[in-house]
């Protein structure tokens, strides 16, 4: 796949004491399995590799920073707060996020419903385009957006972050040390405090206020190479309480009459993986569970305007053959796995409005992947079947060639389907988070879609170049329109085919500490009659400019990062007529931070966010939903101490 990867710049995390990583080992995302992988991640053909070190303090607006090295991710904000990962154009629920090895499941729903935990122990994080998993589920059409988490040390470390700001003030205290049985290598508290933002205006933008607290604790114990196998376990804890940005395309008070809407969502993750050695066999084995508790308020008497809870579930068993060389000159791999989910939507006592019904939702899965490798030539292909509410399939073709050690390139054939959520379905009510009705249609079967997509990557002494496109034939696209019923707008959902085509490019330029990275996709959806399609994110340009050294009596980091967002011309009739417009403007965003290292335990950063004060809101955000901006100018300042 299309390999954003930035050389050097993955040596060392952003602002951290250490200058470079410790040899922990990762996980590897690919076709069909998540496998264990020594060393620092690798490029690899099969998938796309958006990896980075990010600040792991409790501020979830860092995630933002992963967009930087990957043309293809975007970020939908609601009101500078949740964070919904838009790829190739499309978000919501065709983005599989996997956190704790597997699916999160908090993106359905509202435009409100985003990314709410923080990175606490999350080490980096790996992109995988197209719906090309087969490991993951048939649900991620656009790609899969992959957390990994930080692997045992060799040593003790503690380390404290204090952050503010404009609006923003929090800490962070954790422990990452070595495997000690049942005892956790790493230990994380964090809390984050958000003020009401000012857009670029000076206007204060009422209910973006909130906070978040988290609790993540990581552990490791076993051997793979013992009889009873290695196992890691992992618990994260959040909490967060946000308010809702009221505009006028929103059903809320005046900014003189402030309602207080707000939300709060409550999270409880649990994962348990194991691997075995069983001869030249490797079984691995994953247990996981998502809670998320959500409440929808308005006005000072803490009415509830709507609240359920989300219960998700998954049982997976995978069984790996690695290479084994069938001549002197190739090799073959096979993967054998069998998954049951299960997904249950629970109204909450006390709520006024049950926007969803009670519903439940989940399959039995197995699939089958195998992967040939002759001299310079990488064949592979699988298929994956799902039984349950809605029988769907996926399947997979791929051919790689590496002519050279410096380049190589792949050409990939898949199948992708995706049963339609409870929200898509069921939807009917004020839906207060996403200030909008939501209408659903029961009706709905599953998306299926072909994709075919291309790319080459060719490495130089100075400059490494990526190219890459793709084309999808979708036969029942789900999209929410938005609708003009007796003078209210309402939102529905319906299906229809659509065609996607697009395309990505980048240039690494990197010559000792300096680092340019300029990147460009874009996405051309439309209806069969030409018709644009809704909820597209328009193209976005970007350049990364990057200084590091650590040879400096104080090392120093300075990292700047520009993204153009092209103007949205092609709207569907549907959204020309809710936005009484025929385009939505472009935007410029410029964001800089400079880290230095004072001491072996003392490091300082400061950052500015939205350095041109631009006034913005992403075509796909609650900002833009509602009608307000997101914030203008903003700074922190970060001090890490660790000892």
């Known amino acids: 796949m299309f390999l954003p990867i930035l050389g050097g710049l993955l040596s060392a995390s ?119 998993t087969l490991a993951l589920g048939t649900d991620a059409l656009s790609g899969v957006l992959y957390f990994t988490d930080v692997r045992p040390k060799t040593s003790h470390q503690r380390q404290f972050q204090g952050f503010g700001g404009t609006n923003l003030v929090g800490g ?6 070595p495997s000690q049985g049942l005892t956790p290598y790493f230990i994380g508290l964090s809390s984050a405090n958000q003020s009401e933002y000012r857009d670029a205006h000076g ?25 009873r196998g290695q196992h890691r376990m992992s618990f994260t804890a959040t909490g967060r309480q946000l308010g809702v940005p009221e505009g006028p395309l929103a059903h809320v008070d005046s900014a003189d009459e402030h309602s207080g809407h707000n939300q709060t969502i409550q999270g409880l ?7 075995w050695k069983k001869g030249v066999w490797r079984v691995r084995s994953h247990q996981g569970m998502n809670q998320s508790i959500r409440e929808e308020k308005e006005g000072d008497d803490v009415h509830i305007g709507f609240a359920m809870r989300m219960l998700s579930s998954t049982t997976s068993a995978t069984r790996s053959m690695p290479f084994s060389s069938l001549s002197l000159q190739g090799g073959m791999e096979e993967t054998y796995g069998i998954q049951a989910f299960s997904r249950n939507v629970r109204n909450l006592p006390g709520a006024d409005d049950q926007v969803y019904p009670d519903a439940q939702q989940g399959y039995l899965a197995g699939f089958y992947h195998r992967a040939l490798r002759f001299k310079n030539l990488d064949a592979s292909a699988g298929i994956r079947g799902e039984w349950g ?46 200030g909008r009705f939501e209408i659903g249609d029961s009706t709905l079967g599953p998306e ?30 789900i999209a929410l329109n938005p609708e003009e019923r007796a003078g209210d707008w309402v939102f529905v959902y319906g299906a229809a085919p659509a ?25 051309y959806a439309q209806r069969p009659d030409g018709e644009a399609l809704p909820s597209v994110a328009p193209s976005k340009w970007s350049a990364v400019l990057r200084y590091q050294n650590a040879t400096h009596k104080i090392p120093l980091m300075v990292h700047v990062v520009a993204e153009y967002f092209d103007t949205k011309t092609r709207l569907a009739k549907s959204e020309q007529l809710f936005w009484g417009t025929t385009s939505l403007p472009g935007y410029l965003l410029l964001h800089a931070q400079v880290a230095a290292t004072l001491s072996e335990r003392a490091s300082v950063e400061l950052g500015v966010d939205n350095l041109l004060n631009a006034a913005y809101a992403h075509p796909l955000s609650l900002a833009q939903q509602v009608g307000v901006l997101e914030p203008g100018r903003q700074a922190r300042l970060t001090l890490i101490y660790q000892w």
Not at 269 to 275: G, I, K, T
Not at 500 to 505: A, F, H, M, R, S
């Open 172 to 177: 962070q205290w954790s422990y990452h040390g």
């Open 499 to 523: 065609v996607l085509t697009g395309g990505e490019v980048s240039a690494h330029a990197h010559q000792g500490p300096w680092h340019l990275q300029a990147a460009y996709a874009g996405v």
């Open 203 to 227: 206007d204060t933008v009422h209910g973006s206020d909130g906070h978040t607290r988290a609790l993540r604790a990581l552990w490791n114990w076993g051997s793979l190479e013992a009889s």
């Open 269 to 275: 993750y649990w994962a348990l993986e194991s691997q």
């Open 389 to 434: 509410t809605f029988p769907v399939w996926s399947g997979l073709a791929r051919l790689a060639w590496t002519p050279r050690e410096n380049s190589h390139g792949q050409l990939r054939v898949s199948r992708g389907s995706r049963a339609p959520q409870l929200e898509e379905r069921y939807a009917y009510g004020n839906h207060i988070g996403a």
């Open 14 to 132: 952003l602002g951290s004491v250490d200058s470079l990583p410790e040899p922990e080992f990762y996980l590897e995302l690919t076709e069909a399995h998540v496998c264990a992988s020594e060393g620092v991640v690798q490029t690899n053909e099969a998938a796309t590799f958006a990896a980075v070190r990010p600040f792991a303090q409790g501020d979830p607006l860092q995630m933002r920073r992963l967009s930087d090295q990957s043309p293809s991710l975007q970020w939908s904000s609601a009101g500078g707060q949740s964070l919904k990962p838009v790829l190739r154009g499309l978000g919501g629920n065709r983005v599989l996020t996997a956190f704790q090895g597997w699916r999160y499941d908090n993106l359905q729903g509202g435009l409100d419903h985003g990314l709410d935990f923080p990175l606490l122990g999350v080490d980096h994080a790996e992109i995988l385009l197209g719906p090309n």
């Open 448 to 477: 299926k879609l072909w994709n075919l997509d291309a790319q080459w990557h060719w490495e130089g002494r100075i400059v490494d170049f990526q190219v890459g496109g793709f084309y999808q034939r979708y036969e029942d696209f």
